[in-house]
T-cell receptor
Framework: GDSVTQMEGPVTLSEEAFLTINCTYT??????LFWYVQYPGEGLQLLLK?????DKGSNKGFEATYRKETTSFHLEKGSVQVSDSAVYFC???????????FGSGTQLTVLP | KAGVTQTPRYLIKTRGQQVTLSCSPI?????VSWYQQTPGQGLQFLFE???????NKGNFPGRFSGRQFSNSRSEMNVSTLELGDSALYLC????????????FGSGTQLSVL
């Protein structure tokens, strides 16, 4: 079945540091890939998505590129801020399913 | 525009009881999905409803059920609660197209004692 493997956390960075959170997937066919973010006490919010190979999703300085050859969708940001502290989830949907398969989540803490 | 509203925010039940959680989607959205979030299992898909019909179902026992009303509001029910049902239950709404953005509510935190 489908699965998503995410980099284990927690990750602690200083403000303005470079961020990478690794995500690899296993899926049948050609899945769509997503990054969601969850702030404390809130539900998930879509951060970015990519629906086909080589697509780059981007939002709020975050980027991720759909790499079919390595089955990866790593999240990157050039300069993190304290306000980026949250839990980040990589997810996929495949086939005709309208459901998301999530990774385990990566807790990010950014220190001033 | 109001977001996805889930009620109640917190719930405490005892083993063997049943519980009903409610979700009001964003106006105009016809799809409502439910997810269970636990520290051990992470986020797992429960089911999805579209125009009052269940379109997809995850791998959960029959104790977990749901329904959707004509105004797109949805409820999920868990019968014969077990300790392992303690979790944050998240509802998400969308227009119902594949790959589109899901809008999540803040969830209902269920504790089973």
């Amino acid at each position: 079945g489908d699965s998503v493997t995410q980099m284990e956390g927690p990750v602690t960075l200083s403000e303005e540091a470079f961020l990478t959170i690794n995500c690899t997937y296993t899926a049948t066919g050609y899945p769509s890939l997503f990054w969601y973010v969850q702030y404390p006490g809130e539900g998930l919010q879509l951060l970015l998505k990519a629906t086909k190979a080589d697509d780059k999703g981007s939002n709020k300085g975050f980027e991720a590129t759909y790499r079919k050859e390595t089955t990866s969708f790593h999240l990157e940001k050039g300069s993190v801020q304290v306000s980026d502290s949250a839990v980040y989830f990589c997810a996929l949907s495949s086939g005709s399913a309208r459901q998301l398969t999530f990774g385990s989540g990566t807790q990010l803490t950014v220190l001033p | 525009k109001a977001g996805v509203t889930q009620t109640p925010r917190y719930l405490i039940k005892t083993r063997g009881q049943q519980v009903t959680l409610s979700c009001s989607p964003i106006s105009g959205h016809r799809s409502v999905s439910w997810y269970q979030q636990t520290p051990g299992q992470g986020l797992q898909f429960l089911f999805e409803y579209f125009s009052e019909t269940q379109r997809n179902k995850g791998n959960f026992p029959g104790r977990f059920s749901g329904r959707q009303f004509s105004n797109s509001r949805s409820e999920m029910n868990v019968s014969t609660l077990e300790l392992g049902d303690s979790a944050l239950y998240l509802c998400a709404s969308s227009f119902g197209d594949k790959n589109e953005k899901l809008f999540f509510g803040s969830g209902t935190q269920l504790s089973v004692l």
